[in-house]
């Protein structure tokens, strides 16, 4: 499992490997503090969309910056165990910017995923990802399912 989380310079050589046996790299990203049903339906879907499924998992100090300093819940080790521990994830990787576009451009991703309230011409990173030959998708969400609503409900059920 912890194989499967990496830094960013390591994933640039395994995926180097990879894309020159043909495999095709899917990238997602996000916080995944709470993972629920919503998130691993989103992912097996990503995953089906080529080979190899990367996650960029949001560090502690960048998920505080894009929710608030009561988030995570989760710390980004644990998330990211979390994530690993997933038969279709392929590689975990943190990234402390806001986006992960930094990411994007050094893991040169086929296949760039986002949810489904992300428009395509709007998602971080797509027009390289296409400019490199790639292609961005986004992936509609099960509905009813968000880590913020979650947190929501715990709060007022004390």
């Not at 011409?121 to 992936?139: A, E, L, P, W």
Request: with cysteine; net charge positive; proline share 3%.
């Amino acid at each position: 499992m912890n194989s499967k989380i990496l830094t960013s310079k390591k994933l640039v050589k395994a995926l180097s490997r990879l894309r020159s046996k043909g495999e095709r790299i899917v990238f997602t990203n996000g916080c995944f503090d709470i993972l629920h049903a919503g998130h691993i339906e989103y992912l097996s879907k990503a995953k089906r969309l080529g080979d190899i499924l990367v996650i960029g998992l949001n560090s502690d100090s960048s998920v505080k910056k894009i929710k608030g300093k009561a988030r995570p819940i989760n710390k980004e080790a644990d998330r990211a165990k979390v994530l690993a521990a997933l038969y279709f994830v392929d590689y975990v990787t943190l990234f402390s910017e806001p986006t992960p576009e930094r990411l994007i451009k050094e893991l040169k991703p086929n296949i760039l995923v986002k949810g489904g309230d992300w428009k395509v011409k709007d998602i971080v990173g797509g027009d390289f990802v296409k400019s490199c030959g790639g292609k961005v998708k986004n992936i509609s969400f099960v509905k009813g399912y968000s880590t913020t609503s979650l947190i929501e409900n715990m709060s007022s059920q004390c």
